[in-house]
């Protein structure tokens, strides 16, 4: 919930009028950070998970109203099974650590993707944080486990085709597991690749691209005011002309 005045964004650097709705970031970068500490990627993987807290707080403070965050990707699944496991053990230590104070802060908690491929535990952990979490009124965040822009859309089309035989946009819109948060504003992908890898593909339709090549661990929140400041800079115009005289 947002927590910062509007003199206090002012002060750091950010625009109070020009704050994302919806922020998306895709983490990437963990297995090269440990890799070039000579480190095991599981390593890498727990200190990406313990950058989260903060970034999720300050998202919340300046007044993001969604952060949809790209945990696991259906493309993932052709990683090593052990890696698999690590991040799966990871998932549910972050949880159980973690969610009595999101709730706290006012956090709602979605998964967003094919959750009943992952192990029972994993399911269990998550579904509990969705529900203990359904009537927050703050920062909505959704966690993309097992998602996959493609399939979202597909299943979406489905429930919007089952629904009328002529779907509008606004109808497939309804039927995308972010269907609350509304499209994506400002996505970011850490890790120095350029690229959308299967995330939010109908939702980014409009949104502000920011990549860096910090990795995810690295990714503080002096980190995300960079990109906050950056998107406060953009000139959306959504296709058409600049109003006259507009800034
Ligand atoms: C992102 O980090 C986390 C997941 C995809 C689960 P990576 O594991 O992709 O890290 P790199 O890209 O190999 O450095
Ligand atoms: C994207 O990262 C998925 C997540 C961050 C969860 P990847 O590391 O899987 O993406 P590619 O393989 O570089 O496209
Ligand atoms: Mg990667």
């Known amino acids: 919930m947002k927590k910062y005045s509007d003199r206090e964004l002012i002060a ?10 919806h922020v998306a970031i895709i983490m990437d970068g963990n297995g090269r950070w440990a890799t070039a500490k000579g480190l095991p990627r599981a390593a890498g993987h727990r200190a990406g998970v ?5 970034i999720i707080r ?3 403070d300046v007044g993001v109203e969604s ?15 052990d890696e698999i496991g690590i991040l799966c053990g990871l998932l549910i230590e972050y949880f159980n650590r973690e969610i009595d104070e999101l709730h706290e802060n006012g956090v709602r908690i979605k998964s967003i993707g094919d959750l009943s491929w992952f192990p029972m535990a994993v399911q269990e952990t998550v579904r509990a ?3 203990k979490t359904a009537d927050n009124p703050g920062l909505k965040l959704n966690i993309a486990l097992n998602y996959g822009g493609r399939a979202e859309l597909l299943r979406a089309m489905k429930l919007a085709f089952s629904e009328s035989a002529e779907p509008n946009e606004t109808a497939i819109s309804r039927f995308l597991y972010t ?3 509304g499209d994506v504003d400002l996505l970011i992908r850490t890790g120095g690749e350029a690229r959308v890898s299967n995330f939010l593909l109908w939702q980014i339709a409009y949104a502000e691209l920011y990549f860096t090549d910090v990795k995810w661990p690295n990714f503080t929140r002096e980190e995300l005011i960079k990109a906050l400041r950056d998107f406060a ?10 109003p006259n005289g507009a800034k």
């Open 129 to 131: 944080a969705e529900k």
């Open 12 to 21: 750091f650097g950010l625009d109070p009028k020009r704050i994302p709705k």
């Open 50 to 54: 313990n950058a989260l807290k903060d």
């Open 58 to 60: 300050f998202t919340s």
């Open 233 to 242: 800079g953009r000139d959306r115009r959504y296709g058409g002309l600049k």
């Open 67 to 81: 952060l949809t965050l790209y945990a696991f990707s259906t493309e993932n699944r052709k990683r090593p099974k």
């Open 179 to 181: 269907a609350d948060s």
